[in-house]
């Protein structure tokens, strides 16, 4: 069993707000992350879950991504 990382609150809403960065290139590198997690099978709440996003952002790129592959082939 692994110990969990000690963060303190100010380490913690650090990090948080770095997840909420809205840049092109940091919102398509969580995309990137979250479709090849759903491409290993894992389920979209599960997805979301480990990666502090809201189901629907999550299904919402899994969507657009089957659109697009949709319109390539």
């Avoid at 092109?24 to 979301?48: F, H, I, T, W």
């Avoid at 299904?59 to 657009?64: R, V």
Wanted: charged share 25%; net charge negative; no cysteine.
């Amino acid at each position: 069993m692994t110990t969990p990382l000690n963060l303190s609150e100010q380490d913690q809403e650090m990090l948080m707000k770095a997840l909420q960065n809205k840049a092109p290139d940091v919102v398509q590198a969580r995309m990137a992350n979250a479709l090849l997690l759903l491409a290993d099978g894992l389920p979209v709440e599960d997805v979301a879950g480990l990666l502090y996003l809201e189901e629907s952002v999550v299904a919402g790129w899994q969507k657009l991504f089957a659109k697009r592959n949709r319109r390539a082939a």
